[in-house]
């Protein structure tokens, strides 16, 4: 009994120093096998081999990134490394036009990139006050259940590591990749144009899109993110302002426009602004050389 301790003490403490050798793969493998294991059963349900609702399913899995952060942390640094990651989460102070450009500019840039596309505007419902008044509480929804999952593991993890190794531009377009590769489940299911009756067409045609508009993303949330010395409270408020006007029903109001036009509208909205990003910071993207 105690040499088979002795054995289980030994197998955790080399996986303990094989994750410390290698913290990127470490984590990125942590945020995708929690996330797509959670999501098993939700994915299941929308292609109808398991009857009920399993939508708590997909909110945990989104949580997924953030698991994997606090797990990395503690094998890195122990509890005075989750002290100092918590302290990121709280640090809120940024100059007002980082404020402004979060929680207006990118709703508008997302509404831009829906109307000016062909025939966006057939159908068009109309915005109603109470649809106006009730965007904060949606905000806030988003920021919890979306921001709060991912960016600790995306910008609060991921990123400072990546840009340390391979410099900004570089590491910002392979967290980009990858971060759009975590989402592949979701297109086996309605969220993302999948589910029951859909087949592989129409993954091969809404994936590389939905690809390109989440790299451009990514450059202008570490663009965001290096000037606001490495806020994640920021990242956060930033990726829910993304996900809000999904979730408070605005892009409802254009039912001309498919998910697919959706994915175009986010390529829209966030490559312009993103090429403009590198060419005006020549790639840097804001970062300092030896920024934490």
């Keep these: 009994m105690e040499i088979s301790n002795m054995n289980s003490a030994f197998a955790s403490k080399g996986l303990q120093k094989w994750m410390q050798q290698h913290p990127l793969f470490s984590y990125f493998f942590l945020a995708y096998a929690i996330?797509?294991?959670?999501?098993?059963?939700?994915?299941?349900?929308?292609?109808?081999?398991?009857?009920?609702?399993?939508?708590?399913?997909?909110?945990?899995?989104?949580?997924?990134?953030a698991i994997a952060a606090i797990v990395m942390t503690?094998?890195?640094?122990?509890?005075?490394?989750?002290?100092?990651?918590?302290?990121?989460?709280?640090?809120?102070?940024?100059?007002?036009?980082?404020?402004?450009?979060v929680l207006l500019g990118i709703p508008a840039l997302i509404m831009l990139g829906i109307i000016i596309q062909p025939g966006a505007l057939e159908g068009f419902t109309g915005f109603t006050i109470s649809l106006l008044a009730g965007y904060p509480f949606y905000l806030f929804a988003a920021f919890i259940g979306v921001g709060l999952g991912e960016e600790p593991g995306w910008r609060g993890f991921a990123l400072p590591r990546m840009q340390k190794q391979y410099g900004s531009l570089w590491g910002t377009l392979l967290l980009g990749i990858l971060w759009s590769c975590w989402h592949l489940p979701d297109f086996l299911t309605a969220?993302?144009?999948?589910?029951?009756?859909?087949g592989f067409t129409t993954f091969l045609t809404n994936f590389p899109i939905f690809t390109l508009a989440v790299v451009s993303l990514s450059v202008i949330m570490t663009w965001l993110?290096?000037?606001?010395?490495?806020?994640?409270?920021?990242?956060?408020?930033?990726?829910?302002?993304?996900?809000?006007?999904?979730?408070?029903?605005?892009?409802?109001?254009?039912?001309?426009?498919?998910?697919?036009?959706?994915?175009?509208?986010?390529?829209?909205?966030?490559?312009?602004?993103?090429?403009?990003?590198?060419?005006?910071?020549?790639?840097?993207?804001?970062?300092?050389?030896?920024?934490?």
């Design 225 to 292: 993110y290096n000037h606001t010395k490495g806020s994640l409270f920021i990242a956060i408020l930033a990726h829910a302002s993304v996900d809000a006007p999904e979730v408070a029903g605005w892009t409802t109001l254009f039912p001309a426009v498919s998910m697919i036009g959706m994915h175009w509208a986010i390529l829209i909205a966030f490559g312009i602004p993103a090429i403009l990003i590198l060419i005006l910071t020549r790639g840097r993207l804001g970062y300092q050389t030896g920024q934490e």
């Design 74 to 101: 503690l094998v890195l640094t122990g509890k005075a490394g989750l002290r100092t990651f918590r302290h990121s989460l709280r640090q809120r102070r940024a100059p007002l036009q980082w404020y402004l450009f």
């Design 35 to 65: 996330s797509w294991i959670v999501f098993i059963p939700y994915v299941l349900a929308e292609r109808g081999y398991l009857q009920g609702n399993y939508t708590l399913f997909y909110i945990l899995h989104v949580f997924g990134p």
């Design 191 to 198: 969220s993302k144009g999948g589910g029951e009756g859909t």
